[in-house]
């Protein structure tokens, strides 16, 4: 597959700071560029009609955030980026067919938002106002050791909550095939959806490329999802245990929110110019080994994960509570294929045990227990119950974004066994940062990690130095030798 290791835990790889993008994978290349673009977006944008009133709670701080960034005049980096690469010809107008498909199923994605008197509205065109046309722009070539700037660039001017539409569909194609990127505002989407947009995509184009039905199960729409975490809001109690779970987190952290614990050579509280990096940690032999110890002592890979980083925490801190947000999906079977950003954050917290008798594996069985905990918090709108827990006191309020971990498994996610899809990248756009937060991805080529960390030499190699530790002591687990 693409992009397999060469060793257990590879070098690191850094983008350039401001490239708005982590490093693209060597297998997603450049060549003469092809984009898509809405037909008389302008008309279309008219004809949207006023949906609802409000947006959700993570819509509203990410569109409050972007809005104060564009009246300051500063680079665009609130977008998801997703690439993929296809052998073979593009077929351009089988491509414009596919996506004109993609966004009339989505409703989210027909959306665009606009300033109001009581906060950001939400409004949406109609289906059959959307058709995606080759766009008429001079193609470039872009090369390969360039590539990843460009459609940063590209996905900053393009990928915008408050354009029609607020995403950016383009391909680099050479003579043996062509790379596919699509970005969108993160308002418009999670890291899930940009996975599912690639899968959807993909089936759509090949079926316009032969004329044969894609057969995408329905789609749902993501307006109904905003009311339901409304009313979740509204209908959540002091004595809820899911409150319960976030307000034991906080008793034990002052009422304040996990902080990064790493040094990044931060002269002060101010967010800093960021860089990306992404290093992979497990190859698949590995994780197989991982499986099997887990299958025979009890635990599960999350669980794993995050007892790594728990004893990594308190070798670093000598503490010996981990405490960190994470981002978990709230999707159900009807919103499997929205796309939308339907997530919330819930608190992850392992205690490592004092007993000499413990061992790792039991350690790996508490944060395996922490994450059962975590998966029911975040049924519960966070939002909501940290509203909850300040008028209470138990929470002093954010001190700016928290330090969060997320683990994401693509093979649990409707993907199949695509080729195209294997050599899927995700990423985000980079903006100015304090903290060094860790997405966590299981892949068919092993465990990958991306952070965005402050662009400075204490910050990268501290950094590198703790995903080279957190690989180490994974690595030591697949091979049976790693202590408490």
Not at 13 to 42: C, I, K, N, Q, Y
Not at 65 to 71: F, N
Not at 126 to 140: K, R, T
Request: include cysteine.
């Amino acid at each position: 597959m693409a992009g397999a290791l060469r060793s257990a835990v590879a070098t690191p790889r850094f983008g350039a700071a401001g490239s708005m993008v982590v490093p693209l994978r060597e297998h997603l290349s450049g060549g003469r560029t092809v984009e898509w673009e809405l037909r008389d977006a302008e008309r279309v944008g008219r004809a949207a009609q006023r949906w609802g009133d409000g947006v959700s709670f993570l819509q509203s701080d990410h569109l409050a955030t972007m809005g104060d960034k564009r009246r300051r005049g500063e680079i665009h980096t609130g977008f998801l980026l997703a690439a993929l690469r296809f052998d073979g010809p593009l077929d351009e107008g089988a491509m414009a067919a596919a996506l004109t498909e993609f966004v009339r199923r989505h409703e989210e994605l027909r959306a665009h938002y606009r300033p109001g008197p009581d906060g950001p509205e939400r409004w949406v065109s109609a289906a059959e106002e959307f058709v995606i046309d080759v766009a008429a722009a001079e193609s470039l070539v872009v090369d390969d050791a360039d590539v990843g700037s460009w459609a940063g660039r590209r996905a900053s001017e393009r990928a915008r909550a408050e354009l029609v539409p607020g995403s950016w569909w383009a391909a680099t194609v050479d003579d043996a095939g062509f790379t596919f990127f699509a970005a969108t505002d993160h308002a418009h989407g999670d890291g899930y959806s940009s996975v599912l947009a690639l899968a959807e995509i993909t089936a759509l184009y090949r079926a316009h490329r032969t004329g044969a039905g894609s057969d995408l199960p329905d789609p749902g729409a993501f307006g109904p999802a905003i009311l339901a975490e409304r009313s979740a809001a509204a209908a959540l109690t002091a004595d809820d245990d899911r409150v319960a779970v976030w307000r034991d987190a906080l008793a034990d952290n002052a009422g304040r929110a996990p902080r990064c614990p790493l040094d990044l050579g931060l002269a002060d509280a101010a967010p800093a110019p960021a860089v990306a990096v992404e290093q992979w940690l497990l190859d698949p032999d590995a994780l197989a080994r991982c499986d099997a110890r887990l299958a025979a002592t009890g635990g599960g890979f999350a669980g794993l994960l995050y007892a790594a980083l728990a004893v990594r925490h308190r070798e670093i801190t000598g503490e010996s509570r981990f405490f960190v947000s994470t981002v978990l999906a709230t999707r159900d079977t009807e919103t499997a294929w929205t796309q939308g950003w339907l997530c919330n954050f819930a608190p992850i917290v392992v205690d490592l045990p004092v007993a000499e008798a413990a061992t790792f594996d039991d350690v790996v069985r508490t944060a395996g227990n922490s994450v059962r905990a975590a998966r029911h918090a975040g049924s519960a709108p966070a939002h909501g119950v940290l509203a909850l827990l300040a008028a209470e006191g138990a929470f002093r309020g954010l001190d700016g974004s928290p330090y969060m971990v997320s683990y994401t498994d693509l093979g649990r996610l409707p993907i199949g066994d695509d080729p195209a899809l294997a050599t899927m990248q995700t990423s985000s756009g980079v903006g100015p940062t304090r903290n060094a937060n860790l997405w966590f991805t299981r892949t068919p080529d092993g465990l990958v990690v991306r952070c965005h960390l402050p662009d400075n030499e204490v910050a990268r190699t501290t950094v590198v130095d703790h995903l080279a530790r957190v690989g180490a002591i994974l690595n030591d687990y697949a091979n049976e030798r790693t202590e408490r």
